[in-house]
T-cell receptor, first 113, second 111 residues
Framework: DTAVSQTPKYLVTQMGNDKSIKCEQN?????MYWYKQDSKKFLKIMFS???????INETVPNRFSPKSPDKAHLNLHINSLELGDSAVYFC????????????FGPGTRLTVL | RKEVEQDPGPFNVPEGATVAFNCTYS??????FFWYRQDCRKEPKLLMS???SGNEDGRFTAQLNRASQYISLLIRDSKLSDSATYLC????????????FGKGTLLTVNP
């Protein structure tokens, strides 16, 4: 009965590949997020969707494309992976707005070789 | 200047000690503040919100000083299980309406 789940937990891939990370929340929340935590441990927002609509789109390379098929799912597709994409990617969700408590998934540790 | 700055530590304290973390922020229009806790190789979890009047939750006390633009977290009677990274978080206003995380302060409570 995990609230926010992500798959895969670990992802090791070669430069230039395309990969996807999936996220699902069973909390009935309206808003979902993708964060990136790099090797220096800074956690930064990448995208946010509210009821399947994009509301936050930070300065992220367009190789990163989020997709929200429904409000319980927010997937992240990454094209042409680069070494600098190696990080832990966290999905999160909140009831309504950004101001509401955000619940994070367990993270996906991406390593690009 | 970074938006949210924290002393990265590490803080090493014995069980039972009182420890305080400070955090400064640069955006005077920031709406709200929070402390999140992140265990090693785990996801961040909300510890508590921070209110202007100060608020307490058991052994944890959070304070906000808008005039000086800093937030603090006090942990009394430290437990081994308090060992974690504590993240200071700001909710910006206007076009900056998102959570901005500090780098975190690492706390290790020793037996």
């Amino acid at each position: 009965d995990t609230a926010v789940s992500q798959t895969p937990k670990y992802l090791v891939t070669q430069m230039g590949n395309d990969k996807s990370i999936k996220c699902e929340q069973n909390l009935g929340h309206d808003t979902m997020y993708w964060y990136k935590q790099d090797s220096k441990k800074f956690l930064k927002i990448m995208f946010s969707y509210n009821n399947k609509e994009l509301i936050i789109n930070e300065t992220v390379p367009n190789r990163f494309s989020p997709k929200s098929p429904d409000k319980a799912h927010l997937n992240l597709h990454i094209n042409s992976l680069e070494l600098g994409d190696s990080a832990v990617y966290f999905c999160a969700s909140s009831q309504g707005t950004v101001a509401d408590t955000q619940y994070f998934g367990p993270g996906t540790r991406l390593t690009v070789l | 200047r970074k938006e949210v700055e924290q002393d990265p530590g590490p803080f090493n304290v014995p069980e039972g000690a009182t420890v305080a973390f400070n955090c400064t922020y640069s955006n005077s229009a920031s709406q709200s503040f929070f402390w999140y806790r992140q265990d090693c190789r785990k996801e961040p979890k909300l510890l508590m919100s921070v209110y202007s009047s100060g608020n307490e939750d058991g052994r944890f006390t959070a304070q906000l000083n808008r005039a000086s633009q800093y937030i603090s977290l006090l942990i009394r009677d430290s437990k081994l299980s308090d060992s974690a990274t504590y993240l200071c978080v700001e909710l910006g206003g206007g076009s900056n309406y998102k959570l901005t995380f500090g780098k975190g302060t690492l706390l290790t409570v020793n037996p």
